[in-house]
Structure formats: structure tokens, C-alpha cells
């Protein structure tokens, strides 16, 4: 089992910024892939980045590449997401999410793990 908590949403003006992390605990060392997704109101959710754990090989959604950047601290099983130039649109809940194999990075019922979501919420 892999438990995973996010931390560092919150409310931002537009044009702002904001960290997303998201702590691991757990069987960590057999995890291959971390990533984020968010939800808002009213849509399914989607897929926002993902990190490969061993390497740090990056995946985006190709509507945030260059505002979004996700990271990874090996040593301390912590994984961010660095969110740019945020608008309304990006007003959702946040979920962190692990998964034990390297396939089907964009698809969120392919994460074995979740972790309870962050709200971020920007204001325009």
C-alpha cells in the first residue's frame, strides 16, 4: 500500500502561483509512476502531469506544458507540482495518484493510489 497526502492548494488571484506537494508514504519503492489530476465542478476528471519515480521523466497534459512543472524529491517521497500564471480554469480540487507500472500515464483508472485531493481555487 502507498499513501499519499497533498498539501499547498489554497486561493490565488489570476496571473498567480501556487506549489502543489504531495507526500508518499508506504510501500514507496514500488512505485513507478506519480501523478496529478484535477477535477473541477462539473467535469470528469483530468489528467494534469506525471513524473516517472526512478528517473524523473516528466509527462504534461498539452494544454499546460509551459505553466505546469512537476518534480520529484527522491530522498523524501515527495512529489510537486508548480502551477504558473494560473486563471480560472484551472479552479478545481487536485488529486496526487500512484501507480505501479509504466503504462497508460494519462489515464486516471489506471492509478492504483489516490490521495484525498487540495482544493485550488483562483479568482479572476
Known amino acids: 500500500q502507498v499513501q499519499l497526502v497533498e498539501s499547498g492548494g489554497g486561493l490565488v488571484q489570476a496571473g498567480g502561483s501556487l506549489r502543489l506537494s504531495c507526500a508518499a508514504t508506504g510501500r514507496t519503492f514500488s512505485t513507478a509512476i506519480m501523478g496529478w489530476f484535477r477535477q473541477a465542478p462539473g467535469k470528469e476528471r483530468e489528467f494534469v502531469a506525471a513524473?516517472?519515480?526512478?528517473?524523473?521523466?516528466?509527462f504534461y497534459a498539452d494544454s499546460l506544458k509551459g505553466r505546469f512543472t512537476i518534480s520529484r524529491m527522491y530522498d523524501k517521497n515527495t512529489v510537486y507540482l508548480q502551477m504558473d500564471s494560473l486563471n480560472a480554469e484551472d479552479t478545481a480540487v487536485y488529486y496526487c495518484?500512484?501507480?505501479?507500472?509504466?503504462?497508460?500515464?494519462?489515464?486516471?483508472?489506471?492509478?492504483?493510489?489516490w490521495g484525498r485531493g487540495t482544493q485550488v481555487t483562483v479568482s479572476s
Open positions: 513524473i516517472t519515480w526512478s528517473t524523473g521523466v516528466t
Open positions: 495518484a500512484a501507480k505501479r507500472l509504466y503504462t497508460n500515464i494519462r489515464m486516471d483508472s489506471d492509478y492504483s493510489y
